[in-house]
């Protein structure tokens, strides 16, 4: 079982559509969960941290589910500017680090006008 | 302003050299990082260093080699050895705290070898 999934995409949606990605982790020892953004050709920048009980940034909402090692992110009112590569990162206890994390490969989000 | 700044932004390298990225950061962060990204790939793991002078091995560190002689700086030698090098390779940088695993990235290299 892959460490960290998502749904590679591409999701194609119109100007104010709603979109919302899910991802799954494999390891149940997981404390940290986050959701990073990646623009064509750049670095990866945090967009937010995921709390146990959910957590709200203007129009993007994440959720957690530890029970089925889920975790979600909503965006609302979808902009141009949304479109990206959305990246689920997890951490691990890599060589007894609780530190490192894991990426997910990313869903690519497309808004169109 | 504080950041990680990488160096150079674009390599190019014929087969069979060696080649070292920079990657410095003003943070003061005690942990810095090292991944690969290959297109439709997450991030894999190359090295990393949780404190001065020393450093582990991530999941693909064959090939790679690295030193971390200053908190500020973790620089990456991409050898002849490894197979297939062009990729976009990222450094990162966090604060070593139990309760923050938050990663910021630099810019990134992008390595094409010849």
């Known amino acids: 079982r892959k460490e960290v999934e998502q749904d590679p995409g591409p999701f194609n949606v119109p100007e104010g559509a709603t979109v919302a990605f899910n991802c799954t982790y494999s390891?149940?020892?997981?404390?940290?969960f986050f959701w990073y953004r990646q623009d064509c050709r750049k670095e990866p920048k945090l967009l937010m941290s995921v709390y146990s009980s959910g957590n709200e940034d203007g129009r993007f909402t994440a959720q957690l589910n530890r029970a089925s090692q889920y975790i979600s992110l909503l965006i609302r009112d979808s902009k141009l500017s949304d479109s990206a590569t959305y990246l689920c990162?997890?951490?691990?206890?890599?060589?007894?680090?609780?530190?490192?994390?894991?990426f997910g490969k990313g869903t690519k989000l497309s808004v169109k006008p | 302003d504080g950041g990680i700044t990488q160096s150079p932004k674009y390599l190019f390298r014929k087969e069979g050299q060696n080649v070292t990225l920079s990657c410095e950061q003003n943070l003061n962060h005690d942990a810095m990082y090292w991944y690969r990204q290959d297109p439709g790939q997450g991030l894999r793991l190359i090295y990393y260093s949780q404190i001065v002078n020393d450093f582990q091995k991530g999941d693909i560190a064959e090939g790679y080699s690295v030193s971390r002689e200053k908190k500020e700086s973790f620089p990456l030698t991409v050898t002849s050895a490894q197979k297939n090098p062009t990729a976009f390779y990222l450094c990162a940088s966090r604060v070593r705290d139990r309760g923050n695993n938050e990663q910021f990235f630099g810019p990134g290299t992008r390595l094409t070898v010849l």
């Open positions: 390891n149940s020892a997981s404390q940290s």
């Open positions: 990162v997890v951490n691990s206890n890599y060589g007894g680090s609780q530190g490192n994390l894991i």
